[in-house]
């Protein structure tokens, strides 16, 4: 399967997934080769997912790099309720991430 990347001051450029390498055409040639239109294409196959793609979801945010007060509002948002004696952004990150897991398990 053939994917066009980039166009270049040569050409343009196309990944080829079989063979794990990128393919130059240059300007005013036609690649010799099928090209895919849809890039997503290369994470799914007729099953569903590739397991050979990991797909990323760059929604969740990181819990470790926020503050308390960010981590009081992660909690009000996703209805997890902290106890007003925590206050140290480490004892609430530890709190939201036992609740998650919890109710991943429950």
């Given at each position: 399967?053939?994917?066009?990347?980039?166009?270049?001051?040569?050409?343009?450029?196309?990944w080829?997934?079989?063979?794990?390498?990128?393919?130059?055409?240059?300007?005013?040639?036609?690649?010799?080769?099928?090209?895919?239109?849809?890039?997503?294409?290369?994470?799914?196959?007729?099953?569903?997912l590739?397991?050979?793609?990991?797909?990323?979801?760059?929604?969740?945010?990181?819990?470790?790099?926020?503050?308390?007060?960010?981590?009081?509002?992660?909690?009000?948002?996703?209805?997890?309720?902290?106890?007003?004696?925590?206050?140290?952004?480490?004892?609430?990150?530890?709190?939201?991430?036992?609740?998650?897991a919890?109710?991943?398990e429950?």
């Amino acid at each position: 399967m053939f994917v066009e990347t980039r166009k270049t001051v040569t050409g343009r450029e196309y990944w080829d997934s079989k063979n794990k390498k990128v393919i130059v055409v240059p300007h005013g040639q036609k690649p010799d080769f099928e090209v895919v239109d849809n890039p997503k294409s290369m994470k799914y196959n007729e099953d569903g997912l590739n397991p050979g793609v990991a797909i990323v979801d760059e929604t969740i945010p990181n819990l470790d790099e926020m503050d308390a007060e960010q981590l009081f509002a992660y909690a009000k948002e996703n209805n997890i309720e902290v106890p007003g004696n925590m206050k140290k952004a480490d004892t609430i990150r530890d709190h939201i991430k036992e609740e998650q897991a919890n109710a991943i398990e429950g």
